[in-house]
Each structure stands twice: as structure tokens, then as C-alpha cells.
């Protein structure tokens, strides 16, 4: 029996991301960039009223679009939990099953990640160290709602229980792969800005709507591409938490020694 | 299911290796520790230079002026230039593979046949850097690790490296000993699996690094498992952890799972 389920260091915890994240590379683009095609549309739309000189139905296509936007970034957050958690415990996933099996916790997620970041935000005000610490505390909250149910109270209680004592190592983590996904978005981003530019000639209500169209597309591909970094990351991150502290890896591989294996292992999986 | 890339090499004595390779994560690591230290010493370098300079022309008067800008040009180009381009040859060559960073890390390049990097090699993936770091931020290198299955970037390619995770990965499986005539193996034993074996192996192995309380709910959930399978009860007096030790123990001495 090789388990992927031991305790990881830093370095292979990053590096478990990147595997995952290269080897099922569609499948996290497509959980992504599903929900982000409604904004993509709606952000297109928007421009296209801008060039038409509809400027206060702009404004509300851009409110609707960024709030569409974070639901959208949520939904496929829960989903992209839901992946990492089958494909590091060896169980077969798809971008179908991925939303089917997240989304009794959609609305959850959307609601705790809403409450973290007003949280986190207060306590950012406060000279930023009690934000990011308030943040490493609960950066759990996510993947411990997704994967074992609960509310704010609950998912945040629990994060904070299984963060304690290994939050450096996460503010490593969040900081490497927020970085290196901040890179690949320039990347990304760049070229269809510079194309933007260099298309964007005569009247100034055709220039504006080209660029605010061509920056919704790089948003839309760059988020799509490299949006499910610090989720991945995340939520190993949850899974080698908890196989520290809580023995998880042991627990699975009695289920799945039990003389009923199948259905022992299945009521194991049901209580994650 | 593998935990990371693997590079499964055969050597010519046929003995076959298999390295795990260091992705991304791990090298961005690396990189971001040793770029801090590059930053820190730049900082020291830039500080000495300035004050040195100051005070060299301090002491020869205006006479001099040229002298003493001509040691902070030195100080202030020269030496930052070859603090960036020699840092990572520099002790990639002297630590075999490694600078402090992938130290931190835990990760050295190598060849891609498995033998340590010679310094041409080395000279030769850090002059690639140049290349790799372009538009910025190594975007390149960042692009073309993506693209292949080894975590190569340019640098790697032109010199014939990889670069891998220094210890091993460890996995857990039972450790077989040769049969002694210590201690006889029970004959309900035999029911067991090796699987079972490993349960207990990583149980005994990572027992002190787990909660106290889940470790002890823990050790009486696989005593249960073990007893029910194998038909054996463990003696009231004795601890789980030794009951678990005893039969791990006889399976291996007597190597049940040959």
C-alpha cells in the first residue's frame, strides 16, 4: 500500500499543487471557467452598451457583472475543494461530478468566504499584521465547510483548530502560490492588453469599449487558467492538517481494511 | 497513485532508480530564499560601498575624488553583477547540486542520468537563467516547466539537468527482516495481510507526532481490527502500542509476507 496520504513538508505540498493542478490541468480550467463564462458575458455586454453611449445601464451591467463575479469565483472555489479532496484520496472526479457533489455547500462558501473577508478586512485596518493573521486563521473555513459540512461559527472554530500551530507554514504557502498565479495572470494578461492598445484607434467610445472588452477576456482567461492555485493548495493543505494531527491516513486505511472494506470505506469518505 | 512527478532512470549496471522530481512549488521556493539572501547581501555590499567610498575620499582629500569613485563604481556594479550571476554557480559548485535555498527546500540538481552535475553544467543552466528570467519574474522558465513533464526549465535543458527532491520519498512499507529464532510467529497471524502490517508500521511510526487523545483511540481501533481479523486477544494488562510492537515485530522476524 503507497499512500499519498502522509505528512507533507512545505516543499512537497507545493509541489503536490502543481502535480494535481498540471495532470488534471482541463479539468480545473473547465471548473473555473464555466461560471466566469455568465460574467464573461455580461462584461462583454456592458462594453458593448458603453459604445452605444448607454451609460447608466453600464453602471448596473457592471455592478450585476461583479457580483455575478463573486459568486461565480465561489461556486467554482467549492467545486475545485471537491476535486482536490477525490483526486488526493484516489477517487475518480470530473468537472460534472465536481459541481454536482459541492453544491449543497455552495451557498455555505459563498456566505463564510463573504463573512471571512469583512473580518479580514476590519482586522486589516488595524496596521495589517491581525488581517493576515485573522486570515491564515481561518483559511480553512473553505475547504472544512465543503468537505465536512457546517456553518461560519463551525468551519471558522475548525480552522482555527487546525491552523494552530502551522500557520507559517500556510502564510508560505498562500504567499508562493499567490505569487506565482499573480505572475501567470501578467503573463496572460499582458499581450491582450498591448493588443487592446494598438487596435484602439478613432472614436473614443469604440477605443473604450474595445479595451474594457479585451481586459474582461484576460480577466476571464487568466482567471480561468491560474484561478484554482490557492484552492488546490488550500485544501492539501487541509488533508495534511489533518493526517498531523488527527491520524486521517490511519483512519482511512482501517476503513479500508475492514472485513466489509467497501462499505467501511464508503462511511469513512461520508464523514470527511 | 504517485504523490509527485517521479523520472524513473536505468543505469548501466541495470539497477533501476527512481528520482522524485522537484516541481515548481519546491524550486519557486528555493528561488524566493535564495533570491532574499541575494537581496540581503546586495544591501550589505551597497552599505559598505557607500560608507567605504566616503571614507577613502575623506582621507586622500579631492585629489583623489577619481580614486574613490572609481571603488564605489567597483562596489556599487561590479560586484552586485557577480553576486547575481555567480551565486547560484558559485555554490551549486561547491555544495554539490544545492544552495541554500534548495537546501531549505530540500532539493539538488543533478544529471539527467542520475550522476552528480559537473561544473560546466552548472556554468552552463545558470548563464540559461538569463533567458529563463525573461519578461520577468523567470516567466520563461515559469512557461517552459509547465510544459514538460520533468520540471525542466531552459537552463536544464542546455546543460542535460534535473532537479530533484534530495531524500527520498518515503513511503511506508513493511520493513522485512530476516526470520530469527526469537520469537515464533502465531499461527493466527497468518490471517493477516500485508496491509495490515503497514497499518501498524505507520501507526507505530508517527504515534508520538498525533494528538494524545486520537493516538489512543487510534492504537484501541487497530487492536480491534487486528484481534478480529487474526482471532487474537490482547491480555488485559498489556498496552495497545506493545500488543501492536509484539505482533509487528513477530511478522517481521519470522518475514510472514515473503
Known amino acids: 500500500m503507497v499512500t499519498v496520504l502522509r505528512p507533507l513538508s512545505t516543499s512537497e505540498l507545493l509541489d503536490r499543487t502543481f502535480h494535481l493542478y498540471r495532470n488534471n490541468f482541463l479539468m480545473f480550467v473547465g471548473i473555473v471557467a464555466i461560471p466566469q463564462l455568465a460574467v464573461l458575458a455580461l462584461q462583454i455586454g456592458g462594453a458593448a452598451l458603453v459604445r452605444q453611449g448607454h451609460s447608466v445601464v453600464f453602471a448596473f451591467t457592471t455592478f450585476v457583472a461583479a457580483i455575478s463575479s463573486y459568486v461565480a469565483i465561489e461556486i467554482s472555489q467549492a467545486a475545485t475543494v471537491m476535486a482536490v479532496s477525490n483526486l488526493h484520496l484516489d477517487n475518480p472526479v470530473s468537472i460534472g461530478s465536481a459541481f454536482s457533489l459541492s453544491k449543497g455547500s455552495m451557498l455555505r462558501v459563498i456566505g463564510i468566504t463573504f463573512a471571512v473577508g469583512i473580518a479580514v478586512g476590519v482586522a486589516f485596518i488595524f496596521l495589517i499584521i491581525p488581517g493576515i493573521y485573522v486570515a491564515l486563521m481561518w483559511s480553512l473555513a473553505i475547504p472544512v465547510t465543503v468537505l465536512e459540512g457546517g456553518g461560519l461559527g463551525v468551519s471558522t472554530t475548525r480552522s482555527k483548530e487546525l ?8 502564510f508560505v504557502i498562500y504567499l508562493l502560490v499567490g505569487i506565482l498565479a499573480f505572475i501567470a495572470s501578467l503573463v496572460i494578461q499582458f499581450p491582450l492588453q498591448l493588443i487592446a492598445r494598438s487596435l484602439g484607434h478613432g472614436n ?3 477605443t473604450t469599449a474595445l479595451t474594457q472588452g479585451m481586459q474582461a477576456t484576460g480577466t476571464f482567461i487568466s482567471t480561468s487558467l491560474v484561478g484554482s492555485l490557492v484552492t488546490i493548495a488550500l485544501t492539501l493543505v487541509y488533508y495534511d492538517l489533518r493526517v498531523r494531527k488527527e491520524g486521517f491516513d490511519l483512519q482511512l486505511m482501517m476503513a479500508r481494511l475492514q472485513p466489509d472494506s467497501q462499505a467501511a470505506a464508503a462511511t469513512a469518505m461520508a464523514k470527511i | 497513485m504517485q504523490s509527485l512527478d517521479r523520472l524513473d532512470i536505468e543505469t548501466p549496471e541495470q539497477i533501476a532508480l527512481e528520482l522524485p522530481l522537484a516541481g515548481i512549488g519546491s524550486r519557486f521556493l528555493a528561488l524566493t530564499i535564495d533570491s532574499l539572501l541575494q537581496g540581503v547581501c546586495l544591501l550589505a555590499i551597497v552599505i559598505i560601498g557607500v560608507v567605504a567610498s566616503a571614507g577613502y575620499s575623506e582621507l586622500v582629500g579631492e585629489a583623489s575624488r577619481f580614486f574613490s569613485q572609481t571603488i564605489g563604481a567597483i ?7 557577480c553576486l547575481y550571476w555567480g551565486y547560484f554557480a558559485f555554490f551549486e559548485i561547491w555544495w554539490q547540486g544545492t544552495t541554500p535555498g534548495k537546501r531549505v527546500a530540500g532539493i539538488r540538481v543533478i544529471q539527467q542520468t542520475g550522476r552528480p552535475m559537473t561544473a560546466t553544467e552548472c556554468l552552463g543552466r545558470n548563464l540559461m537563467r538569463g533567458v529563463d528570467i525573461v519578461p520577468g519574474f523567470y516567466a520563461v522558465g515559469l512557461i517552459v516547466m509547465m510544459c514538460n513533464a520533468q520540471n525542466r526549465r531552459l537552463g536544464d535543458f542546455v546543460a542535460g539537468t534535473i532537479v530533484v527532491h534530495d531524500k527520498a520519498i518515503e513511503t511506508v512499507t513493511p520493513n522485512w527482516g530476516e ?3 526469537a520469537e515464533p510467529l502465531q499461527p493466527e497471524l497468518r490471517k493477516l495481510v500485508p496491509d495490515d502490517l503497514v497499518l501498524i508500521e505507520t501507526y507505530l511510526d508517527r504515534r508520538y507526532e498525533i494528538d494524545p487523545l486520537v493516538r489512543t483511540t487510534t492504537a484501541q481501533q487497530i487492536v480491534t481490527l487486528i484481534g ?10 498489556q498496552k495497545d502500542d506493545d500488543f501492536l510492537e509484539g505482533i509487528a515485530r513477530q511478522l517481521r522476524d519470522n518475514a510472514a509476507f515473503r
Open chain 2, 179 to 181: 526470520k530469527t529464532d
Open chain 1, 163 to 170: 491552523t494552530k500551530g502551522s500557520r507559517g507554514r500556510i
Open chain 2, 228 to 237: 478480529e481479523k487474526a482471532g487474537v486477544s490482547k491480555p488485559p494488562e
Open chain 2, 75 to 81: 562596489t556599487l556594479i561590479v560586484v552586485p553583477f
Open chain 1, 204 to 206: 473614443p467610445l469604440s
